[in-house]
């Protein structure tokens, strides 16, 4: 059995590197933060991410460049996973493979397993830039040949296990709103209740 778990808002407290990036950004180009709801973007792909605030198809490789450089940045300075991740963590590698799925950037997955020291606890990292940021229910259909229970904070998250036919677990503590989980088999207040759960 393997568990797979999104990673910003499920064992990443992404708000801490993403917000400052972000406004910073945001008011480089001249767009005041205050106009913008950061917690919609956290788990989006970056090209989404931009395409939504600007509204047009211009050519975004620069802002998706700079702002991962600050968030990568941001990482090593600010970052933080959620209280009881690692202790959860180091419960259920003893029981279950542990994957990470992520519709982020390579370099931002590079970096975060540098600076949280995810590699002693997960055994495989399927990330959206390897995948031209298709759904997630699409890269474990198409990646994962075995069972798996699937945790995250968004609807996609949801999805990636409900459309395969596999359970699912909703973190209520993420970026989602409760609705976003509405076809979860299970949902969790903290990332330790899967210690009882699992």
């Known amino acids: 059995m393997i568990i797979i778990f999104d990673f910003d808002g499920t064992i990443h407290k992404t708000e801490l590197v993403y917000k400052r990036a972000l406004h910073e950004t945001l008011s ?15 788990g ?17 490789d ?7 450089k600050r968030i990568r940045e941001n990482l090593k300075k600010y970052g933080a996973l959620y209280e009881n991740s690692y202790k959860t963590l180091e419960y259920l ?9 992520s519709k982020c950037l390579k370099a931002y997955m590079n970096e975060a397993r540098q600076v949280f020291g995810l590699d002693d606890y997960f055994d ?3 990330v959206g830039e390897d ?13 994962i040949d075995y069972d798996y229970i699937m945790v995250g904070d968004r609807e996609e998250d949801v999805n990636a296990g409900f459309m395969n036919g596999k359970k ?8 989602g709103n409760p609705n976003e989980g509405k076809n ?15």
Not at 44 to 60: E, T
Not at 62 to 68: M, R, T
């Open 28 to 42: 480089e180009i001249g767009i005041d933060p205050k106009t913008v709801n950061y917690k919609k973007y956290i």
């Open 44 to 60: 989006m792909s970056p090209k989404d991410c931009w395409d939504d605030i600007l509204k047009d198809d211009s050519n975004k």
């Open 62 to 68: 620069y802002l998706i460049a700079k702002n991962g």
């Open 93 to 101: 590698k003893e029981k279950y493979d542990l994957y990470i799925l």
């Open 124 to 126: 495989k990292y399927l």
């Open 131 to 143: 995948y031209n940021f298709i759904d997630k229910y699409k890269i474990l259909r198409e990646n």
């Open 168 to 175: 699912t677990i909703f973190a209520n503590y993420g970026y």
């Open 184 to 198: 979860a088999s299970y949902h969790i207040d903290d990332i330790s209740e899967l210690i009882k759960i699992l």
